[in-house]
């Protein structure tokens, strides 16, 4: 599986972004696929996943109400809808996906990464 990771860029505190990633395969509808980011100096962190259907997703408690993360299954591509960003969001942002049935915030339970695209936030 190959992920590709696009949408991200520069935006004020409190805009919007969306993040998309398009993922190779035929398999893409029976993997839960999830967005973990990566700030200056930090370690790698869980931002949301959802289920190989759509129907469940897991926020962190830092994006939760402001973050969205969906799926199309027909297009092979997770979004991640972000709203009232912040300075502490940016970050590379990376998709990643797991042939696990269960959601997880657990980055070693994940299989296979994109290579992530840059979310700069200003204050």
């Avoid at 696009?6 to 505190?13: D, F, I, K, N, T």
């Avoid at 959601?103 to 979310?119: E, M, N, R």
Wanted: hydrophobic letters at 35%.
């Amino acid at each position: 599986v190959q992920l590709q990771a696009s949408g991200g860029g520069l935006v004020q505190a409190g805009g919007s972004l969306r993040l998309s990633c398009a993922a190779s395969g035929r398999t893409f509808s029976t993997y839960v696929m999830g967005w973990f980011r990566q700030a200056p100096g930090k370690e790698r962190e869980f931002v949301a996943a959802i289920s190989s259907s759509g129907s469940g997703t897991f926020y962190a408690g830092s994006v939760k109400g402001r973050f969205t993360i969906s799926r199309d299954n027909a297009e092979n591509t997770v979004y991640l809808q972000m709203h009232n960003l912040k300075p502490e969001d940016t970050a590379v942002y990376y998709c990643t996906s797991s042939v696990r049935v269960l959601i997880t915030a657990s980055a070693q339970l994940y299989d296979y990464w994109g290579q992530g695209t840059l979310v700069t936030v200003s204050s």
